[in-house]
């Protein structure tokens, strides 16, 4: 698998074909497709691994939840596992829409991180990092716009940062965490911009 994901990510999910992975792999069409029918069950398997690894992100995180640091690494850490895997955030609509499995997953997942980063949210209000005038109707606005641009950020990365892997990266994060920029405490802000200076100078 982790020669197709290589072979998708450097040339296009389109412009691999199974042939192709075999070719690489050194190994027969037939042993090959013994395992994996289609490269649809390739992209399956991908799949579940990406969604395993930004799921279990927790376990690599050392600061307190209720420190505005521990979202900005979380969010850092989600954007180098999609990095790793492109290829599904190039060619989402078409993978989602002709692998029903993979739709349901996906729509699931981001059930699942929506009711984590709402758990978060709160927290936060309660804890003095998000001002209080935050309240449930802009909150919900905050956390679906978060998942859009974290979801669909690689399309236009690909067109405006070819080529340059830290710079994109920077500037994406940094886009996907200014929604909560104008809510945070003062104490807050401080760890914010801290975090951007610091990895602006990396």
């Known amino acids: 698998m982790l020669k197709a994901q290589e072979l998708f990510n450097k040339k ?8 192709n992975i075999c070719e690489e792999l050194g190994i027969s069409l037939g042993n090959f497709t013994y ?10 398997e991908l799949y579940r691994k990406m969604i395993d690894e930004l799921e279990n992100l927790d376990k690599k995180i050392k600061i307190e ?34 692998n029903p499995a993979i739709r349901e997953e996906y729509l699931k997942h981001l059930e699942n991180e929506k009711e984590r980063m709402l758990k978060l949210m709160n927290m936060y ?28 950020w690689m399309i236009d990365a690909e067109i405006r940062f070819p080529g340059k ?12 965490c200014s929604i909560l920029e104008p809510h945070l405490t003062e104490p807050a802000l401080k760890e914010y911009k801290q975090f951007f200076s610091a990895l602006r100078k990396k």
């Not at 296009?12 to 042939?19: A, E, I, K, L």
């Not at 209720?66 to 078409?94: G, M, P, R, S």
């Not at 804890?127 to 802009?138: C, I």
């Not at 892997?165 to 996907?176: A, D, F, G, R, S």
Request: with cysteine.
């Open 65 to 98: 939840r209720e420190c505005i640091l521990y979202l900005l690494h979380y969010h850092k850490q989600v954007f180098v596992v999609e990095t790793a895997y492109k290829f599904f955030y190039l060619n989402t609509t078409e993978l989602i829409n002709n």
């Open 125 to 152: 209000l309660a804890n003095g990092v998000l001002r209080q005038d935050v309240d449930k109707a802009l909150l919900d606005k905050m956390l679906n716009l978060n998942l859009m641009v974290s979801s669909f």
């Open 35 to 44: 395992y994996f029918p289609d490269k649809q069950q390739i992209v399956v």
């Open 12 to 19: 296009g999910f389109g412009q691999v074909s199974v042939r």
């Open 165 to 176: 892997e830290k710079q994109k990266l920077l500037y994406y994060l940094e886009l996907c």
